[in-house]
């Protein structure tokens, strides 16, 4: 077990594809060299951004194999590892060890919904033999929940377990667990999965995220990190709203992850169509997307604006001139941040 606390925004990477519908290997090296030129803490393959159902487990090891080569260490690497059974799970573990990468995040029992007993039973088994640090990973959209008895039990009797990335975006959810796990295992990580919330949870004690913006965005989400853990509030405030507008985008407005797909190929990245097959209407929906997403790009100077121009209100929108809130919720956050650093959370 590392001594060392998984912190910071760590990448899920998306995977190019060519044009039979392949890992574009040369391109996924250089979209990996181009997220850490721009300061994204870690980089996390095989992740739901990853698309990691739509691929065999030999290519999610194939994948990781590329990233990894490619880092060479100059970020650590917290890999997806999660397979259908415990067993080819544990596998991929001390596949990911040979590896060298830092940590594995392994989501809860997908497609059965297991109870809060079996559900510890899953996770218990893989810590007592995994050969790699393990982040558990909430996502109860999509998996089985792990609520926060679990969470915390696992964290006092297995030390492989040494982190929970969770995707609920529920801020009391998150709170509870740092409250339940914190106390015994203070080097113990949280990361949110949720980059709506990024800010927040980042003030109630969060070490970090494994945020799909920063796939796009990664000069941004490594900011608004930076801002809020200098108790630089008021400018953090304003990017995190423009961090929510691009986010909704891209998640409400395509299937998911298309619309972060689309937004990665304005940043300049071939990535090929995804395995996933779209009608022609969804086609035609992406288009239009991708106008929207380049006018909100555009507004931070990451894009030049489309040929037909950009609507004023999204260009006010995306440059952060949503009004701000009141001076009483300006003094709560402040508050907050006070009681959390008396408490030694910040």
């Given at each position: 077990m590392s001594a060392t606390r998984l912190q910071g925004i760590f990448t899920p990477n998306l995977v190019p594809y060519t044009a039979s519908g392949d890992i574009n290997e040369p391109e996924l090296r250089r979209y990996v060299d181009w997220l850490i030129d721009r300061g994204v803490h870690g980089l996390y393959p095989n992740g739901s951004t990853g698309e990691f159902t739509r691929f065999t487990p030999e290519e999610r090891r194939r994948i990781t194999t590329i990233i990894a080569d490619q880092t060479r260490g100059r970020v650590p690497i917290l890999a997806g590892a999660a397979e259908a059974n415990v067993?080819?799970?544990?596998?991929?573990?001390?596949?990911?060890?040979?590896?060298?990468?830092?940590?594995?995040?392994i989501v809860a029992p997908f497609y059965y919904?297991?109870?809060?007993?079996?559900v510890y039973a899953y996770f218990h088994e893989i810590g007592r033999n995994t050969p790699i640090d393990v982040t558990l990973y909430n996502i109860p959209l999509f998996a089985s929940p792990i609520d926060v008895p679990t969470v915390q039990r696992l964290s006092e009797e297995c030390e492989r377990i040494v982190a929970i990335k969770d995707s609920s975006g529920e801020i009391p959810h998150m709170i509870r667990m740092i409250q339940a796990v914190r106390p015994n295992r203070p080097e113990f990580a949280f990361l949110t999965g949720w980059d709506a919330a990024l800010m927040p949870m980042l003030l109630v004690g969060c070490d970090g995220g494994t945020n799909a913006s920063?796939?796009?965005?990664?000069?941004?989400?490594?900011?608004?990190?930076?801002?809020?853990?200098?108790?630089?509030?008021d400018e953090?405030?304003?990017?995190?709203?423009?961090?929510?507008?691009?986010?909704?985008?891209?998640?409400y407005q395509a299937e998911f992850p298309e619309g972060f797909r689309t937004a990665v190929r304005l940043r300049g990245f071939e990535m090929g169509r995804g395995r996933q097959p779209l009608s022609q209407q969804q086609q035609s929906d992406l288009s239009a997307l991708s106008n929207t997403l380049q006018c909100l790009l555009s507004a931070h100077g990451f894009t030049d604006q489309p040929i037909a121009g950009c609507p004023v209100e999204t260009l006010q929108t995306a440059a952060g001139s949503i009004a701000s809130p009141s001076d009483d919720v300006a003094q709560i956050t402040r508050a907050v941040v006070a009681e959390l650093k008396q408490r030694g959370l910040m």
């Open positions: 067993r080819e799970t544990i596998k991929a573990c001390e596949y990911y060890a040979e590896l060298g990468v830092r940590a594995v995040a919904k297991l109870s809060p007993a079996s920063s796939g796009v965005v990664p000069e941004l989400t490594r900011k608004l990190y930076d801002l809020t853990l200098a108790g630089d509030l953090a405030r304003r990017l995190q709203y423009d961090l929510v507008t691009l986010f909704d985008t891209m998640i």
